[in-house]
């Protein structure tokens, strides 16, 4: 065998053998790292044919290819009579949103819109320029393609407290069918059609994971699976989105799967720029695409646009085109087509992160040699650390208040940096956007132990924020105010749980381990004893962040504040929904990507039985 690989050169030479052992052993890897992500795997981009067909020829256009719009072209290009069109600001997801293990690797990339929230007076201080970075998927699978790929329902009265406010047809027994379709293995490979894949996340770090299960234990919180089953509180190993080392978006098992059915069609690096209104307001005639950032064309739909852009851009569209709160737009001098509140009800599960340092110059460091096994064993054979979350799959869901085990309050999420795995610990602070001088304080630390992230969630936060229109013109983004921990019950929430971190520090299992709370250096706060209500108000300011779940910006209901209706149809339009988290009227308890999903199938259902009755006529 021969090869043109480079060889090292040694000082004792190879007769030719081994240097063709060694070049062979090369391109596996090469080849294995091409297998991570195949063309194969997402949709063609049908981009270029738009000179050659037309673009006028669909029934419906869905702008995102995201969590919410990938399910929606897989549902309505089932019926082969129905033409179908994605439009998506990026293209394919790089080789990292495919590990597992690697997804804070993506937050800074050109693969995310790099998001900023506005400075403020009670969160994101430690942050540079006191602004919490907020990234966004722009890729097939959206942001569903670099999340945490936690597959969460939420709770039952989420739900029912949606239908209780107006939004019929949402309450828990109206979604649920939709959660369990979403998961239903459907098809074959003959006639395939999508749904979510879901697999536990193999465990590499079970050292760490008993001592916060013997800790909680200690605490009385349910730890085993038979305590859980019938609870929505205790500490537990999350299902994902992930097979076999892999990520399984719905841009890749909806989407991608059926990408090859002629109905279906998906317009990649193609940014949609503004909705055209005709002269009553009552229809979207066609939308301004520029495609590959450099030809604007304009797309029309024979029956219905669908906005799936995501919690930030979906309003920062409509706004742009003319739809939103009157005052701003005109402002802006932008002719207001429908006074809507788009952009306001913004809601988002603010974390606080507390840092542990764990076994004090007693942890074992990471070596180099184990990093080269691990990508080795991920390369070929898809498994080891690399293809799972590790801890970050084992999740606490809490009730601070009581021993109530129906309804959680705060739930709380794991990462692990093992000791002197500054390169991993690096990515998550940049991706927090924390400051340089904390970062170089937990880097010095990380020197001598290990260090645990917990991410403090308030699952039901009152506090309410909005989003606005920079200016006039597409390429700015957006003005983001998430007014976390404004409202002061946020505040009692997170001081309980901070309570609950404190007396987790004083079990026998945390004591054994030195597992104790870091007292990172903050200048204003070190004027408090540490851990005592003073300080850790003066600590949220610095540490309230994003969980990365922004919701409600184009609210649901039936009331004043609502943008859509319970149909998902845009208030005083007849041919544009939106489809996608912005819809949520309150945000429900645990992540909520899965919900997401639930909303893209309820959806297509809607449309499909709208169109199915019009044609009936």
């Given amino acids: 065998m021969s090869s043109t690989l480079p060889v090292a050169q040694c000082a004792i030479p190879s007769i030719g053998v081994v240097n063709s052992f060694v070049s062979s052993l090369i391109q596996a890897i090469l080849v294995a790292q091409c297998g991570i992500s195949r063309p194969e795997y997402w949709p063609p981009d049908h981009a270029d044919e738009t000179h050659h067909h037309g673009v006028n020829k669909y029934d419906y256009v869905i702008i995102g290819a995201g969590s919410a719009g990938s399910v929606l072209a897989s549902r309505l290009s089932e019926n082969p009579k129905r033409e179908v069109l994605v439009i998506e600001a990026g293209g394919d997801p790089p080789q990292e949103s495919q590990i597992p293990s690697l997804f804070f690797t993506l937050s800074l990339s050109n693969y995310s819109w790099s998001y900023y929230t506005e400075p403020g007076d009670h969160a994101c201080w430690a942050c540079r320029n006191r602004r919490c970075h907020w990234p966004r998927g722009k890729m097939i699978g959206g942001t569903g393609g670099m999340n945490a790929m936690i597959y969460v329902r939420g709770n039952k009265h989420d739900y029912d407290d949606w239908r209780r406010k107006g939004n019929i047809g949402w309450g828990w027994s109206d979604v649920l069918p939709y959660f369990e379709k979403s998961v239903r293995p459907v098809g074959n490979d003959t006639h395939p059609q999508g749904y979510v894949i879901l697999n536990k996340f193999d465990t590499f770090d079970d050292d760490i994971r008993q001592i916060i299960r013997s800790g909680v234990a200690e605490l009385g919180i349910p730890t085993s699976r038979d305590e859980i089953k019938n609870s929505a509180v205790g500490y537990t190993d999350m299902y994902g989105t992930v097979q076999n080392g892999h990520r399984m978006s719905t841009g890749k098992v909806h989407l991608g799967k059926v990408s090859d059915r002629r109905n279906l069609h998906v317009f990649k690096n193609s940014l949609v720029t503004k909705l055209n209104f005709d002269k009553t307001g009552r229809y979207v005639e066609s939308i301004s695409v520029l495609m590959h950032g450099k030809k604007t064309i304009t797309v029309r739909a024979k029956k219905e646009f669908i906005l799936s852009a995501g919690a930030i851009n979906s309003p920062h569209l409509l706004m742009l085109s003319g739809v939103g709160p009157k005052d701003d737009l005109r402002r802006l001098r932008i002719p207001v087509i429908h006074d809507l509140p788009v952009g306001k009800n913004l809601q988002d599960h603010v974390m606080v992160p507390v840092f542990y340092q764990i076994q004090r110059n007693k942890a074992i460091p990471i070596k180099e ?6 990508i080795y064993q991920y390369l070929m054979y898809s498994s080891g ?14 009730n601070t208040k009581s021993n109530d085990r129906a309804t959680p309050d705060v739930q709380t999420h794991h990462v692990l940096i093992l000791r002197m795995d500054h390169n991993n610990l690096k990515v998550v602070l940049d991706s927090l ?3 340089d001088d904390i970062q170089q304080y937990l880097h010095k630390m990380l020197n001598s132990s290990h260090i645990l992230l917990v991410f403090t969630v308030i699952l039901l936060p009152k506090s309410v924020g909005q989003i606005k229109l920079r200016s006039p013109y597409f390429k700015d983004y957006p003005e983001i105010y998430p007014n976390y921990l404004d409202d002061e019950d946020d505040i009692e929430t997170m001081l309980r749980a901070m309570r609950h971190h404190m007396n987790l520090e004083k079990t026998n299992a945390y004591k054994k381990n030195d597992m104790e709370i870091v007292h990172i250096p903050i200048k204003e706060c070190d004027n408090y004893v540490f851990k005592s209500k003073a300080y850790w108000l003066c600590y949220f300011k610095y540490f309230a962040l994003t969980l990365y779940h922004p919701i409600g910006t184009v609210k649901m209901g039936a009331d004043e504040d609502a943008c859509v209706d319970s149909h998902l149809r845009l208030r005083g339009v ?4 939106v489809v996608d988290a912005s819809i949520m009227p309150k945000i429900p308890s645990g992540n909520v990507n899965a919900p997401t999903i639930m909303i893209a199938e309820r959806g297509a259902d809607f449309i ?6 019009m044609c009936g006529k």
Avoid: Q
Wanted: aromatic share 10%; net charge positive.
């Fill in 385 to 398: 650390p690399l293809g799972s979350h590790g801890i970050s799959s084992y999740t606490g869901f809490i």
């Fill in 433 to 435: 956007a924390l400051n």
């Fill in 608 to 613: 499909k039985e709208h169109w199915s009755k």
């Fill in 369 to 374: 040699k184990d990093t080269l096994n691990n």
């Fill in 574 to 577: 007849e041919n544009l929904r």
